[in-house]
């Protein structure tokens, strides 16, 4: 006996359940070392902006009388990403409306889940520094304000932190931001998984790398590719926001254009633009060009003529 049914053919064990829960745990190694190096006040403000997120979905699809799915962990993921963007010190009502920004404005407005448009976190993230600037661009490390490591390369500081120091974490920064050995065993953990592919990271991570070692910060080979990646927020949007299923390309040679493209924006942002940080702008100029990228690199369908 055949059976017939539509596409598609080929079925995975993965849900969204499962999936958001393998990026929780990714994102677990990033909370603890903000947790450390940030102290409780990292807690809070992980905790205000999960609980702003879902209470803000519950209480959308509550009131437009849509199924409730905040039991696919993907609030969850959301309120994280969007406390990992911010400062520590941000006030909780600030990270509290940027988690329903991300939910309901990002991602409801669009439709929900898969609809969205560009990554709800680094859409926050980009309104509340529209919003107030000054609160978001005020770092501290151990109760004293300090400068980010890619502020200081912007006004051409020599006294940096050291390159160990800004690879465990141990300098200011967004709360998820500051460690890129944390995000590495995150990152690892979901290729392991199969959650997401080398192909984003590899190609963003290498192409920050390269640009900045050429460009430098000074002039023509004057750059240190290998601080430039460990600063900043580029682990943190190369594993866990460029990697994102609904705002990025589905294929693999679209995914690599995609990364290719987010480091050039990231680079030229930090190098030549008015802001020391580029990342979450790059990630999210490239979400629009998704369709683009799709429309011109997918491959045809079997026996389509032109």
Not at 236 to 251: K, V
Request: charged residues 10%; proline residues 5%.
């Amino acid at each position: 006996m055949l059976t017939l049914s539509s596409s598609p053919h080929i079925r995975s064990n993965d849900s969204v359940q499962s999936i958001m829960r393998d990026v929780l745990i990714a994102l677990v190694p990033a909370a603890i070392a903000g947790a450390y190096f940030f102290k409780w006040r990292a807690v809070v403000v992980i905790a205000v902006a999960v609980i702003a997120a879902i209470l803000s979905e519950y209480v959308w699809q509550k009131c437009t009388k849509n199924e409730i799915t905040i039991s696919d962990y993907s609030a969850i993921v959301t309120g994280v990403l969007v406390a990992f963007n911010v400062p520590p010190t941000l006030p909780l009502w600030m990270v509290a409306l940027g988690s329903m920004f991300a939910i309901i404005v990002v991602k409801q407005f669009f439709g929900g889940l898969g609809q969205n448009i560009v990554n709800p976190a680094l859409a926050a993230r980009a309104a509340l520094l529209a919003s107030w600037p000054v609160a978001m661009t005020t770092w501290t490390l151990d109760g004293v304000t300090t400068a980010t490591p890619l502020a200081l390369l912007k006004a051409g500081e020599t006294n940096l932190p050291s390159l160990f120091n800004a690879f465990i974490g141990n300098v200011g920064g967004c709360i998820g931001e500051t460690s890129a050995l944390a995000l590495l065993i995150g990152g690892a953990y979901l290729i392991y998984r199969r959650v997401i592919s080398w192909h984003v990271p590899v190609f963003y991570i290498g192409t920050v790398a390269i640009l900045t070692t050429i460009l430098g910060r000074s002039g023509f080979m004057t750059g240190n590719g290998l601080y430039e990646i460990f600063t900043g927020g580029l682990m943190l949007g190369a594993f866990f926001m460029a990697t994102d299923y609904t705002t990025s390309p589905i294929t693999q040679k679209g995914r690599i254009i995609f990364a290719i493209g987010c480091g050039v924006v990231a680079t030229l942002i930090r190098v030549f633009g008015g802001y020391p940080e580029g990342v979450s702008y790059s990630i999210l100029i490239m979400n629009l060009v998704v369709p683009i990228i799709d429309k011109y690199v997918t491959p045809k369908i079997f026996g389509e003529v032109k």
